[in-house]
């Protein structure tokens, strides 16, 4: 029998792809192939667990439009579905004079991608919100949240489930046939013939696409984010989520503190290129895909343009002393003791030929696939909105 619609990646973006496509049209066969023997397991299960507000993101991005409405779609069904999350607001912290005009222009982004009940907070407003942070002033973001994204993906599953979606776990997709009208995904154990193939494969994304196109002009570079956490008897220096100014100088938003879900405070991440596209450990090393990454032309560009930012990551990410001075910035009291190793997770980032890190949510569409190109963060937060994009555009397909 032939499936509707085929959805490769088993995170939450695809979980939650098949979720709205179900909920649109449930008289559709849907089959969702996953690799591993478990759901969520790469970027789903290893972030920091925030529900982002949509502060960062350029206006009328993808980023943007879908980070705001799937935040909206993302609370309703946790509080539909009894997952539990918690509202707890973040700050946002200037920590040297030349961050203040940065700090400005990210107050006036929230601003314009329609957030509401910001406060502008001095230095000694701060020391209300977090009592032992330093900085010179900052900004209280109240829709910022934590929730336990694992859960959320896996009570997508439970749904998906219980009215008929087929789960195929423990197969890789080796190959994509076009067999028109319909394409055939073959795994090591079976071969499904379907209608559509949404490729939702995360860290492998622009592998699967080239199974499906040969004009996918991006590919995807590992970046590991590895964390520390605080030791129980130090984590009443952190009440919440603190964040410093991100460094307009480089693509992501520079180390952090956060109060999880399921208990604890995290502190991190960096950004290491990582020697493996699963490489959540320095050990991890897959020398195939490594050099894959460094013979990218766009990597190459990037890597001139980044390098003197991204010994810095490397050099903190093998110095305990380095890593602590950073998050100093923001709280002078932690000191190296007060930290033990915390978990890691690998970001897919897609890097375009040309020499640009992909700053937005990229979906490339063919006659018969949709591929989900570059789906970092806040991809968690928006994944109800992105899996209503993606929807709106199989449906029209089929």
Known sequence: MVDDITIIGGGIVGLATALQIQQTNPSLKIRLIEKENALASHQTGNNSGVIHSGLYYKPGSLKANNCIRGYHLLLDFCRTNGVPFDICGKIVVATEENELPLLDNLFNRGAQNGLT????????????????????????????????????????????????????????VTEIRS?????EVITAKASYPTR???????LYSDQVARLTSKKVNVKIIPFRGE?????????????????????????????????????????????VLAFSREGYKKSDINLSEFFESLAWP?????????????????????????????????????QQQDLEEGGAGVRAQACSRDGGLVDDFLILEEAHAINVCNAPSPAATSSLAIGETVAARALKKI
């Not at 559509?196 to 995360?202: E, K, Q």
């Not at 956490?229 to 503190?257: A, M, R, S, T």
């Not at 560009?301 to 390098?307: G, P």
Request: proline share 6%; with cysteine.
């Open 298 to 334: 766009g990597f190459q560009k990037v890597a001139a343009k980044y390098w003197r930012t991204g010994l810095g990551e490397m050099y903190r990410s093998f110095s305990k002393a380095a890593f602590t001075k950073a998050l100093q910035k923001l709280i002078p009291e932690i």
């Open 117 to 172: 009940g910001f406060k502008k907070l001095s230095k000694e407003e701060l020391k209300e919100y977090e009592p032992h942070v330093n900085g010179r002033a900052g900004f209280f973001v109240p829709q910022t949240g934590i929730v336990d994204y694992t859960r959320v993906a896996l009570t997508y599953a439970e749904l998906l489930q219980k009215n008929g979606t087929e789960i195929n776990l423990g197969e890789r």
């Open 179 to 183: 067999r028109l009208p319909q394409q």
């Open 227 to 271: 964390y520390y956490k605080l030791k129980k008897e130090k984590e009443y220096l952190v009440k919440n989520l603190i964040y410093p100014v991100p460094d307009p100088n480089f693509p992501f938003l520079g180390v952090h503190f956060t109060r999880m879900a399921k208990g604890g405070v995290e502190a991190g991440p960096n950004a």
């Open 196 to 202: 559509l193939v949404i490729n939702c494969a995360g």
